[in-house]
C-alpha cells in the first residue's frame, strides 16, 4: 500500500523549532520530487519546500527561507522540514507529498501522492 506518513508536528512557542518527518512508502520514495507543503484555516494549500532524489535541486517558499531546512534520506525513505525561528504565521496542517517530477517542482497540482498532515502550532 503506497503511504506517506507524517510525524513531527505539535505546539512550539514563536522563536521556537520542530523537525517534521515524512516516511515514504518505498515504491513512492523513488519519485525524483518530495515536497512540503501546509494549509492554514481558510486558506488554500501552500507550497513550503521541495527537493529532488538526488538534492541537487531545492526551492522554498520565500517567507521560509532561511529558516526552513528540507532534506532527504533515500536510505530511510524518509525527508524532514527543519523549521527554525517559527513565526505565529507558520501556523498550519503540514502536508509532505512526492511527484515523478524531478524539479523539485512547486505547483501542488505536480504531486501525486499526499500524507494526511500534521499540526504545527505557534504562538506567539
Known amino acids: 500500500q503506497v503511504q506517506l506518513v507524517e510525524s513531527g508536528g505539535g505546539l512550539v512557542q514563536a522563536g521556537g523549532s520542530l523537525r517534521l518527518s515524512c516516511t515514504v512508502s518505498?515504491?513512492?520514495?523513488?519519485?525524483?520530487?518530495m515536497g512540503w507543503f501546509r494549509q492554514a484555516p481558510g486558506k488554500e494549500r501552500e507550497f513550503v519546500a521541495s527537493?529532488?532524489?538526488?538534492?541537487?535541486?531545492?526551492n522554498y517558499l520565500d517567507p521560509v527561507k532561511g529558516r526552513f531546512t528540507i532534506s532527504r534520506d533515500n536510505t530511510k525513505n524518509t525527508v524532514y522540514l527543519q523549521m527554525n525561528s517559527l513565526k505565529s504565521e507558520d501556523t498550519a496542517v503540514y502536508y509532505c507529498?512526492?511527484?515523478?517530477?524531478?524539479?523539485?517542482?512547486?505547483?501542488?497540482?505536480?504531486?501525486?501522492?499526499w500524507g494526511q498532515g500534521t499540526q504545527v502550532t505557534v504562538s506567539s
Open positions: 527537493i529532488t532524489r538526488s538534492g541537487h535541486m531545492i
Open positions: 507529498a512526492g511527484a515523478l517530477t524531478n524539479t523539485a517542482a512547486t505547483n501542488t497540482r505536480t504531486y501525486d501522492y
Open positions: 518505498p515504491q513512492i520514495f523513488t519519485t525524483p520530487d
